[in-house]
């Protein structure tokens, strides 16, 4: 394992110096300094932290969120909370999603039954888009 490079001094040259709270510690040869590195973990990119909150807007589960980007259901759970995003209130509309490729969202919107009886919002995924409509429930 290197040594990252002294906070304080930018030097590389440095000895490990035991752990602390389970990090581990360094000394900068150069300055004397003493260090901990930055704690390693998987950040997940903001990309996924935005889309997965503007899904759970729209009304797509926590699980279809997990479902749809890769990303655990509970870390978004947490996200909503984090940030204080409120849930819809539960109307007669069902969100429905599909993903699309380009040239499939081109052929969709050329179907006129397809824009009528129902919201849609059209949001890009990744290389994909996804078409989110609402369609009211029928009463049986």
């Known amino acids: 394992m290197t040594a990252p ?29 003493h260090y901990t590195v930055a704690k390693i973990g998987r950040e997940v990119d903001t990309y996924y932290v935005i889309k997965a909150l503007q899904l759970y807007i729209e009304g797509v589960s926590y699980r279809e969120i997990e479902r749809l980007l890769g990303v655990s259901h509970v870390s ?22 599909k993903i699309m490729s380009q040239a499939e969202l081109g052929a969709f919107f050329q179907v006129p039954s397809n824009l009528k009886g129902a919201g849609m919002v059209v949001t ?16 049986r």
């Open 124 to 139: 890009e995924l990744g290389d994909k888009f996804m078409v989110i409509r609402w369609e009211r429930f029928r009463a």
């Open 76 to 97: 978004v759970m947490n996200w909503v909370k984090k940030y204080g995003v409120r849930a819809p209130r539960q109307t007669d509309y069902h969100p429905t999603y």
């Open 5 to 33: 490079a002294c906070p304080k001094c930018e030097s590389s040259e440095a000895t490990k110096s035991g752990v602390v709270n389970n990090r581990q510690r360094f000394k900068c040869r150069a300055c004397g300094y």
